[in-house]
């Protein structure tokens, strides 16, 4: 399985992105989709979350209300939408496939087997 990350760029403080995760085989009914990034720097941190069977998301408290990730099956992408995009949220997004994780599990990258090569997201203030 392939993950594909796109829907990065530079965009001033305010504004919005749309990053999307595309799989290269139908997985999202069994897979959750996490989304996670590594600012300059830092360590890399989970950043959001939907489970395989389309319960409740998960997100780091400071992209809460900011942040909504969401999936189409039928596409098999997930994506990431951003709003109200902050200076700290500069960072390489990565997407992530979990097997049939839920809960907090879905915050811990050990859960996840299959990774995207990353995608920039750079704002400026």
């Known amino acids: 399985v392939q993950l594909q990350a796109s829907g990065g760029g530079l965009v001033q403080a305010g504004d919005s992105l749309r990053l999307s995760c595309a799989a290269s085989?139908?997985?999202?009914?069994?897979?959750?989709g996490g989304w996670f990034r590594r600012a300059p720097g830092k360590e890399r941190e989970f950043v959001a979350a939907i489970p395989w069977n389309s319960g409740t998301p998960w997100y780091t408290d400071s992209v809460q209300g900011r942040f909504t990730v969401s999936k189409d099956d039928a596409k098999n992408t997930v994506y990431l939408q951003m709003n109200s995009l902050k200076p700290e949220d500069t960072a390489v997004y990565y997407c992530?496939?979990?097997?049939?994780?839920?809960?907090?599990?879905?915050?811990?990258?050990?859960?996840?087997?299959?990774w995207g090569q990353g995608t920039q997201v750079t704002v400026s203030s």
């Open positions: 085989e139908d997985i999202y009914g069994r897979y959750s």
């Open positions: 992530a496939a979990a097997k049939g994780a839920t809960g907090r599990r879905l915050t811990l990258d050990r859960y996840y087997q299959y």
